[in-house]
T-cell receptor, first 114, second 114 residues
């Protein structure tokens, strides 16, 4: 079974631009969560989607948004990029939302802001 | 903030068992203990999880104390490829919208040496 696929793997943008990252979950998984990883803050939760609905949101500004499609694929968007948005963005999928259903991570999209 | 405390680093000899401790003294009755690991430049890899009973799978064993205030991840025969950052996480099982939110601490950097 294929794992979580994130595209693109690497991305370079400049300040003020916007970016869209894509995540394809494991087949059959309906829950998708997003995380940001930086050297200073570590891994931080961004948001969680299930059945096209956002269930939970982390403490990030409104420039960070996401959505989930009917096939469970998800995208996240960051507008008006800042230097501090440089990070590894990770997507994780799970079958459902119950706490005993493990989340499985992709290898992320590394975003660099110039 | 993370609800777990882990030593920042540990060493282990190749072929020996690696025992990684985790303190979660404020864990609630409906929270699972999860372990993930992250090898440089990859996404976190799910290892194992448990509620109150000890668990074993093909990767590792999880020993949870009877009072559930601490646990130990055991890699029975460590190899060089087990060198990684290991994260211990407590996760709400059900009854709220927070089940999809994993809160990562700083983890334990395990160095397996030849």
């Amino acid at each position: 079974k294929a794992g979580v696929t994130q595209t693109p793997r690497y991305l370079i943008k400049t300040r003020g631009q916007q970016v869209t990252l894509s995540c394809s979950p494991i087949s059959g998984h309906r829950s998708v969560s997003w995380y940001q990883q930086t050297p200073g803050q570590g891994l931080q939760f961004l948001f969680e989607y299930f059945s096209e609905t956002q269930r939970n949101k982390g403490n990030f500004p409104g420039r960070f948004s996401g959505r989930q499609f009917s096939n469970s694929r998800s995208e996240m968007n960051v507008s008006t990029l800042e230097l501090g948005d440089s990070a590894l963005y990770l997507c994780a999928s799970s079958y459902g939302t119950a706490g005993n259903q493990p989340q499985h991570f992709g290898d992320g999209t590394r975003l660099s802001i110039l | 903030d993370a609800k777990t405390t882990q030593p920042p680093s540990m060493d282990c000899a190749e072929g020996r068992a690696a025992n990684l401790p985790c303190n979660h003294s404020t864990i609630s009755g409906n929270e699972y203990v999860y372990w993930y690991r992250q090898i440089h430049s990859q996404g976190p890899q799910y290892i194992i999880h448990g509620l109150k009973n000890n668990e074993t799978n093909e990767m590792a064993s999880l020993i949870i104390t009877e009072d559930r205030k601490s646990s130990t991840l055991i890699l029975p025969h460590a190899t060089l490829r087990d060198t990684a950052v290991y994260y211990c996480i407590v996760r709400v099982a059900n009854g709220s919208g927070n089940t999809g939110k994993l809160i990562f601490g700083q983890g334990t950097t395990l160095q397996v040496k030849p």
